[in-house]
């Protein structure tokens, strides 16, 4: 019995290490320090028919998920601070989830890594996801162009820039289809 367990031990180090799945950041707590602890967050619901799923694709260079896209609207009051999305996506062989705040000028306010089930070594670090704030979207919105490569996690790099182009796209597609905030003119 004890030889079984030494057995199986070894071949249990020989196996490699698995990625453990991360949750970095609640939705709610990002929600609370993109928008304020005060903001109020309203979730829209979107169904893209399949020429609006055609037109995004092309728009941002990458393939949807889903033709179903969540808007999570953040107001303070009578003011939009600005619109978030989250995309979950593959990054080299596990999930990651991104959410992406869009400024009611359609511009990038913030890139968060909300889960991370790669290794630690391929996360993005918060400086690099800070150079997409105030991009708007462009065919050059990509690593080694409009931002910098990102030494170590190259595949990281690709899947948050899709993420970003695809959120961009999404919300210039959703901006006439979403309903005005309260107060607006």
Known sequence: MGRNLLIIACALA??????????????????AQVFGPRAQVVAHTVYLTPEQVTAVEQAAGAKLASARVVAYRGGLGDSLVGTAYLDTHPVR???ETVMIVVTPQGKVGAVEVLAFNEPDD??????????FDGRALSNDLKPGLAVPSLSGATLTARAVSSAVRRTLAL?????????????AQ
């Open 14 to 31: 020989l196996l490699p290490p698995q990625a453990d799945a991360h949750v970095l950041l609640t939705r709610e707590a990002a929600f």
């Open 93 to 95: 062989s596990q999930m």
């Open 122 to 131: 391929y996360l993005p670090p918060p400086r690099w996801l800070d150079r």
């Open 171 to 183: 919300h210039a597609a959703l901006a006439a289809l979403m309903p005005a905030p309260a107060g």
